[in-house]
């Protein structure tokens, strides 16, 4: 997908030790995988992404390697929504060749290391990157009459309120926002985030969380006013409230509060055990006589934070690009956080928040906010939906097939933003 920071330090630390290393950037296809693994006699395939439906589209990648009888091949896998128990068992059981599990770079690093040793010597080990690893979770059990599937789940899940207060939005239909302080919104910087994740720093010398933080914050202030100074980060927002009714699992979009027409709808995965959740759930029902409203936002850092970045890349600074890119990353997160922040109070139930920013990262707020491509909204098609609804092209964002239905620029992201107080981060599977 279009999150390459994982890939690029994969990139870096093999090419530091001696491998050849062939980038072929975001949103390849597997033909191009195929096609230039094939005209430079590769070794290995790596694949790395961030979203929930990477990983369904990594396993048909395998099942084409597969039909290409190109099992030969080593392939490795890596990215925040991957388990090893999933590619060490699910992976395994669907390639015919060797696949392994990247928790980082350095694992990666061993992974080669060790097929090059096999390589040079001949010594064949054929339960390397074959034999099922992970955990040993008990096996699921068969559905019975007694599990609901299908027709047979319920229209709503019955745990969740259907008489909880309806906000009444400040304005209908969209707004575009610029010129936002960057400071203001650094206030919203989720520092592990940045500092552990993207920028890979860890505590030294015994460090508690706090003496560590202290240490990088430096830093961050040298990156944000560098970034700053230069013109890279550029933050504008488009979002606005909207009349919706939950139709089983559809959330409706409607044109008016009268519902007169339906604008568009968003289609959602249901839990099929108890407690049965949907996010259409969060909304009054649309068979019922009031109408409900839902909040959406598309934010962007712009593209020239991307385009510094690649720059950095490009010409081999890899600290300064680590350091750049992570700071976009957790920038546009700390925007979505921020306006966010924005719209509970304009909607008038911010005095529901928690004491702290940590609090906000642990959804202390009332209600939730549920970005597409992760488990409970996986179908990353309703970004395009999204952007058309909020005519998101006034901010210059490009979405659809050409784009593999996820946002450019690079550091953007959406949400659907419920008022609910049930509304909290779930998976449905």
């Known amino acids: 997908d279009v999150h390459d920071i994982g890939k690029n330090l994969v990139d870096i630390i093999l090419t530091n030790n001696g491998y050849e290393v062939h980038n072929l950037g975001i949103k390849v296809s597997i033909a191009e995988m195929i096609d230039r693994a094939l005209s ?19 396993r048909d990648n395998l099942e084409e390697l597969n039909s290409r009888d190109l099992h030969h091949l080593p392939v490795l896998l890596g990215g925040a929504a991957l388990t090893r128990t999933y590619v060490e068992r699910d992976m395994r ?64 899940a019955p745990s969740v309120q259907a008489d909880n207060p309806v906000f009444e939005p400040p304005f209908t239909g969209s707004r575009v926002v610029k010129g936002m302080p960057v400071a203001d919104i650094a206030e919203y910087v989720n520092e592990t985030a940045l500092f552990r994740n993207q920028w890979q720093f860890r505590p030294v010398d015994g460090e508690d969380d706090a003496a560590f933080k202290e ?68 909304f009054r029902p649309a068979d019922g006589d009031e109408v409900d409203y839902a909040a ?37 997160e700390a925007l979505a956080e921020y306006w966010h922040h924005r719209i509970r109070t ?53 979405v659809g097939e050409e784009t593999s239905f996820q946002y450019q620029p690079e550091q953007t992201t959406s949400a659907l933003i419920c008022h609910h107080p049930q509304a909290k981060y779930f998976v449905a599977r």
């Open 40 to 58: 430079v006699e590769a070794h290995a395939i790596g694949m790395s992404g961030l979203l929930v439906k990477s990983t369904l589209i990594m």
């Open 93 to 156: 059981e669907t390639y015919q060749g060797r696949v392994f599990y990247g928790k980082d770079a350095f694992e990666g690093l061993a992974v080669m290391d060790r097929l090059g040793e096999l390589r040079r010597t001949g010594v064949d080990d054929p339960d390397f990157g074959r034999r099922p690893g992970g955990r040993d979770l008990p096996r699921r059990p068969r559905r019975d009459s007694s599990t609901p599937t299908g027709e047979d789940l319920p229209g709503r």
């Open 215 to 282: 240490r990088i914050r430096p830093t961050m202030r040298e990156q944000l006013a560098s970034a700053t100074s230069q013109g890279l980060l550029l933050p504008q927002v488009v979002y606005g409230y909207f009349p919706v009714n939950g139709s089983g699992d559809d959330l409706v979009v409607w044109d008016s509060s009268d519902r007169n027409a339906e604008v568009c709808r968003f289609r959602y995965p249901r839990q099929p055990k108890d407690p049965y959740l949907c996010i259409a759930d969060f």
């Open 296 to 332: 959406f936002h598309i934010v962007t850092m712009g593209a020239e934070v991307s385009k510094a970045a690649a720059k950095l890349f490009a010409d081999n600074r890899y600290q300064d690009y680590l350091l750049l890119h992570g700071l976009g990353v957790e920038m546009a």
């Open 346 to 398: 304009e909607w008038g139930f911010v005095e529901e928040d928690g004491p702290n920013l940590i609090g906000l990262f642990r959804q202390q707020y009332r209600g939730g906010r549920y970005s597409w491509g992760y488990p409970a909204c996986p179908d990353l098609e309703d970004n395009l939906t999204v952007a058309q609804l909020l005519e998101a092209d006034r901010i210059g964002i490009q």
